[in-house]
Structure formats: structure tokens, C-alpha cells
């Protein structure tokens, strides 16, 4: 079983749509990462979190500490959404990567 | 800032080449990280500095592969031989702090024929 665990693997959406990923963790963590990687390959960090929630502009993320689990919501998706979105925890500096959600919004 | 810079981005030799690949960090930050990224084994931690002192390089595959940090505005990663399984995307980023945000380059794509 992995560390960190994310889902759904692939997700589509029409635009406009509320979306939710989800990542689960076995781990002890000092804080959550959230990334987003384009279609070119570049990678954006876009939260770190160790506890409650953030939210920025459309992108909301919230961690459970208890239950070790964090979930990515993004309202009124829109097809520059489409990306793979990677969950990673930190153990200090250490980070360890969940295998992404390729997420694909359709206009 | 221009953010983390990486180079080459691409680069293609031949197995048993020595290979080096480059990464200037965001000024000011004190910690700095070599990722792996392929389709098998996704985003892996290769190793990291923290004030140019090497912390963590468990995930080093092999001798083959080594870095340094000279000073806090370069890093090195470089493999030696190269070998086809070395293929991958290779991703320098650096943090303001260990722990904290990290930011990352725009990777260098590596091709061992």
C-alpha cells in the first residue's frame, strides 16, 4: 500500500462543474502539499496545509489531520483546469508523492 | 525573481556518458531538491540541501549518481555512466525554509539512448 494515496486516477468534467480529489495518507506529516502539473510539465505548488482549509480564487483544499485525509475542490471548472493534480505530504523537508489525478475539463 | 532555474531542459546522449544537469535555486532560499519523475514510479525524492549541506539522499538510486552544492545559488546532479533506465524528467526545487513551500524548476527531460 502507498503512503499517500489519491483518487480518482482520471476524472472528467464538463465545465462549470464542481470537482473533487481526494488524498489519503498512512503517515505522520508535518503538513500537505497540493500541486498541479500542465500538459508542459511544469509543476505549481498551489497549497500547503497542516490543518483546516485554504482557498484560492476557485481552489479550496481542506485536511481531516485525524483522519488523514485532505481533499482538492474546484468550483466552476474550467478546461485550463486540466492538468494532473499531485497530492505529496512532508515529513520535515521530505516530501512523498501521491501518482496524481489527471483531471480533463470539457468546454 | 525568475523562479528556479534548470539546464539544460533537454538533453539526449548515449548510455555510458556522463551527464550534468543544473539548477540555479530562488535567491534567498535555504533548501534545495532533485526530483525524478517517470510514468512507472512518479515524483520521487533523489536528495536535498539544506544551507548547501546535503541532508537526505536516500533516494539516490546508485554510485552513479551524485550531487553537490557548492554554494547556495548552484547545485549539480550528475550521472555517471548514464544508462537508458535513467531516462526521465529531473526536477530541481528549493524552499525559503526546510519544510516550507517548495518551488519548482521547469525540470530538465533526459534521454539515454
Known amino acids: 500500500k502507498n503512503e499517500v494515496e489519491q483518487s480518482p486516477q482520471n476524472l472528467t468534467a464538463q465545465e462549470g462543474e464542481f470537482i473533487t480529489i481526494n488524498c489519503s495518507y498512512s503517515v505522520g506529516i508535518s503538513a500537505l502539499h497540493w500541486l498541479q502539473q500542465h500538459p508542459g510539465g511544469g509543476i505549481v505548488s498551489l497549497f500547503m496545509l497542516s490543518s483546516g482549509k485554504k482557498k484560492h480564487g476557485r481552489l479550496i483544499a481542506t485536511i481531516n489531520i485525524q483522519e488523514k485525509h485532505s481533499s482538492l475542490h474546484i468550483t466552476a471548472s474550467h478546461p485550463r483546469d486540466s492538468a494532473v493534480y499531485i497530492c505529496a505530504v512532508g515529513s520535515g523537508s521530505r516530501l512523498t508523492f501521491g501518482e496524481g489525478t489527471q483531471l480533463t475539463v470539457n468546454p | 525573481d525568475a523562479g528556479v532555474i534548470q539546464s539544460p531542459r533537454h538533453e539526449v546522449t548515449e548510455m555510458g556518458q556522463e551527464v550534468t544537469l543544473r539548477c540555479k535555486p530562488i535567491s534567498g532560499h535555504n533548501s534545495l531538491f532533485w526530483y525524478r519523475q517517470t510514468m512507472m514510479r512518479g515524483l520521487e525524492l533523489l536528495i536535498y540541501?539544506?544551507?548547501?549541506?546535503?541532508?537526505?539522499d536516500s533516494g539516490m538510486p546508485e554510485d552513479r549518481f551524485s550531487a553537490k552544492m557548492p554554494n547556495a545559488s548552484f547545485s549539480t546532479l550528475k550521472i555517471q555512466p548514464s544508462e537508458p533506465r535513467d531516462s526521465a524528467v529531473y526536477f530541481c526545487?528549493?524552499?525559503?525554509?526546510?519544510?516550507?513551500?517548495?518551488?519548482f524548476g521547469p525540470g530538465t527531460r533526459l534521454t539515454v539512448l
Open positions: 526545487a528549493s524552499s525559503y525554509v526546510a519544510g516550507g513551500e517548495q518551488f
Open positions: 540541501f539544506n544551507n548547501n549541506v546535503p541532508i537526505d
